[in-house]
């Protein structure tokens, strides 16, 4: 079965500062999902990626699928307080579950 | 709705008695899909259902579990003979076909506890 591994666990950056989160898979991603959570809240959906190479944004967020079609990450700009959360990748496994990374919290320091 | 919604938020209840879990898609949606987060387990899918049928129940853990969901809507969640390992978070997602064209949105969750 498809295996997602996200690094770093945990990161810890000060407020304005960039970061990079990476998801790596053990088999091509055919549809790589990124999500945020907030405590006690449901998944919030940041974006979709399926062709090898392709590359997303949405406002502060850049999401990167590589040519080969097994690592993505996740670009945050200048973070701010409200960035803070924990980012999961997922990915389309058979026709239609998702298998989940085990999630990368992320802290802003003012 | 305008969103996935979950009931109860929240639910405590003494090891084995019996739980339901609700799960109200979005309006239209008619993939669902029951996942649980766990600490240590990270989040694991349990079922899919496609209109009222459920293709795929792989992820259910034992025969405790089980879902159905009515009118190609609501979808409830039922585990009998709670345990603790059973605490959790089980949130349900919908999306507006099988497609995997279209992201699932998810719910806020149902937060179990067993006592």
């Known amino acids: 079965s498809q295996e997602l591994e996200q690094s770093p666990q945990s990161l810890i950056v000060q407020e304005g500062k960039n970061l990079t989160i990476n998801c790596t898979s053990s088999?091509?991603?055919?549809?790589l999902y990124w999500y945020k959570q907030k405590y006690g809240e449901g998944l919030i959906f940041l974006m979709m990626?399926?062709?090898?190479?392709e590359e997303k944004s949405h406002e502060k967020i850049t999401a990167k699928l590589d040519e080969k079609k097994q690592q993505s990450s996740l670009h945050i700009t200048a973070s701010q307080p409200s960035h803070a959360g924990i980012y999961l990748c997922?990915?389309?496994?058979?026709?239609?579950?998702?298998?989940f990374g085990q999630g990368t919290r992320l802290t802003i320091n003012p | 709705g305008a969103g996935v919604s979950q009931s109860p938020s929240n639910k405590v209840t003494e090891k084995g008695k019996d739980v339901e879990l609700r799960c109200d898609p979005i309006?239209?949606?008619?993939?669902l899909y029951w996942y649980r987060q766990s600490l240590g387990q990270g989040l694991e899918f349990l079922i899919y259902?496609?209109?009222?049928?459920?293709?795929?129940k792989s992820g259910l853990p034992s025969d405790r579990f089980s879902a159905e969901r009515t009118g190609g809507s609501v979808s409830t969640l039922t585990i009998q003979r709670t345990q603790q390992e059973d605490s959790a978070v089980y949130l349900c997602?919908?999306?507006?076909?099988?497609?995997?064209?279209?992201?699932?949105?998810f719910g806020d969750g149902t937060r179990l506890s067993i006592l």
């Open positions: 309006s239209g949606h008619t993939a």
């Open positions: 088999k091509t991603l055919y549809g």
């Open positions: 990626l399926q062709k090898g190479g």
């Open positions: 259902f496609q209109g009222n049928s459920a293709p795929d």
């Open positions: 997922g990915a389309e496994q058979g026709a239609q579950k998702l298998v």
């Open positions: 997602a919908s999306r507006p076909t099988g497609s995997s064209n279209q992201p699932q949105h």
